[in-house]
């Protein structure tokens, strides 16, 4: 037994403020899982027709599962929802950001719903055009883009370049007179919104990399610098304001921010700016502590905002596009790990944190220790008749900040051998996985009406090791 003698009660005081000690420990809590996820009476989890045993059967663990329809069906309701709203005013365009996951699988099924994409590395370029998006559906970012990232955006003729710097500018130009192109560009600017998530990934306030700065003169001074040349063409303005907001009054300061912009620079330049990007960022669910708004309640506030601002501004309303990942990679995914050991680990108070220990860790998800990412776990194999007892899921490297789950409830008697699932895995895990510890990456598999396709196998000890010369 692993609880402290006092109870598995007795660890309540230890949780975090919005982590209920759950009635059910072997409950879903819906909001959470993939769409077409559930639990029987038998506890075992089921996602797109499979069941977790059978879905390890297939691949083993640690595995990214991604519920197909899950993740289609959200990349619909934006692009949907988006064109909706917007259809009145000059229309809204979807562009899916690859850097939450992407795989040639992944941007085949884009394809196919006619979604675009944005990528920001020429690796991401490549696989999204390999799973068959035309280039004239990408919109190419980069804070930092080399000359061969830009030639091979320009000569494909991606739809957009973001310009991150008033150095690209030059670097762009020079590009495209090596290659006689007038690619059409964005500038993005940096427009001193101070949106409510982690630091790391507040992209708009002014002391960080990203842009050009509103404040500071650089975005002004970007725009005079391409209106004095002719080979880009500025097509409009780009802000991306962070990743993981709830605030929506972040999104409607950006968008008067970015009207008043718009408004000036076609004053003062005598521009026309027929396009106006306004990032991603939409936060998502991981916990009972979030609550993220519809695609179509964000798509109908922004719409709105837009028309007021534009019209406050005396400027017409231009062609929005957005660029969400989390918000349609995110939720689609879950995590399956083995659990091994078990740890009892009482501290002072006598309270006892029960350490389950899984067999990934950070290499698959490193959220947790990079940004204090809270996740939500559930034994998926069997149901318990055991109390809940309040455990940290913790990985098998060689750091004490290994924490897949920083706190949850799981039944006291989880065992080694039990299969564990955590959601909301599907955005900037994959993507950000490593080999830390020389541990292979999880493979994805696609799961879709009792149908699994391997999206991306395992990495074998062969894979990581050829890079290595003397191996
Ligand atoms: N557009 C641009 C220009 C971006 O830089 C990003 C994300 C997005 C769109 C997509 O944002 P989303 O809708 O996914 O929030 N690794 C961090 C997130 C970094 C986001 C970077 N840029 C995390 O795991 O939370």
């Not at 009476?41 to 663990?61: F, H, K, M, N, W």
């Not at 899950?70 to 365009?93: I, K, S, V």
């Not at 944190?353 to 940004?371: E, F, H, P």
């Amino acid at each position: 037994m692993s609880t402290h003698e006092a109870g598995s009660l007795h660890a309540q005081g230890r949780a975090p403020a919005w982590l209920e000690v759950p009635q059910d420990v072997n409950a879903l809590l819906q909001q959470i899982w993939p769409d077409t996820a559930h639990k029987g009476d038998d506890g075992v989890l089921r996602v797109g027709g499979l069941s977790a045993p059978e879905i390890v059967a297939q691949v083993g663990t640690p595995a990214f599962v991604l519920d197909e329809a899950d993740f289609r069906g959200r990349a619909q309701a934006f692009a949907h929802a988006f064109a909706d709203a917007f259809a009145h005013l000059a229309g809204a365009r979807v562009h899916y950001a690859a850097k939450a996951l992407i795989s040639v699988g992944i941007a085949r099924w884009l394809a196919e719903d006619d979604l675009a994409v944005d990528v920001c590395s020429d690796g991401e370029l490549d696989t999204v055009l390999r799973g068959g998006i035309a280039p004239n559906r990408v919109t190419f970012h980069g804070s930092n883009k080399s000359d061969a990232e830009l030639a091979q955006a320009m000569a494909l003729g991606v739809d957009l370049i973001v310009i991150d710097s008033l150095a690209e500018i030059d670097q762009a130009e020079r590009v495209a007179a090596a290659l006689d192109c007038q690619p059409e560009v964005m500038l993005r600017c940096s427009i001193g919104v101070e949106a409510h998530t982690h630091e790391y990934i507040a992209t708009s306030h002014e002391d960080q990399k990203f842009g050009l700065s509103v404040a500071d003169g650089s975005a002004a001074q970007g725009v005079r610098r391409l209106a004095e040349q002719q080979r880009l063409q500025l097509r409009g303005l780009h802000t991306h304001i962070g990743s993981q907001i709830f605030d929506t009054e972040a999104f409607q300061l950006a968008i008067r921010r970015m009207a008043r912009l718009t408004a000036q620079i076609e004053h003062e330049h005598g521009l026309n700016l027929p396009e106006l990007g306004l990032g991603g960022g939409f936060g998502v669910a991981y916990t009972t502590g979030h609550d993220p708004l519809a695609p179509a309640a964000i798509a109908g506030r922004m719409a709105a905002h837009l028309e007021q601002e534009c019209q406050a501004a005396g400027v017409a309303v231009p062609h929005v596009t957005i660029e969400p990942g989390r918000a349609i990679a995110g939720p689609a995914g879950v995590t399956l790990y083995t659990v091994g050991t078990v740890k009892p680990v009482t501290l002072d108070g006598g309270f006892t944190r029960l350490y389950v220990s899984v067999d990934g860790g950070m290499s698959d998800n490193i959220r947790t220790a990079l940004y204090g990412a809270e996740y939500s776990a559930t034994v998926a194999s069997r149901y318990s008749t055991a109390p809940p007892q309040l455990s940290r899921v913790v990985g098998k490297h060689c750091e004490s900040g290994d924490i897949v789950v920083k706190d949850e409830y799981l039944p006291a008697d989880v065992a080694a051998g039990d299969i564990l699932a955590v959601p909301v895995t599907g955005a900037y895990c994959h993507s950000m996985a490593s080999n830390y510890n020389a541990i292979g990456r999880p493979p994805i598999a696609s799961v879709r009406d009792g149908l699994l396709t391997v999206l991306v196998r395992r990495e074998t000890m062969d894979d990581l090791l050829a890079r290595d010369l003397f191996a």
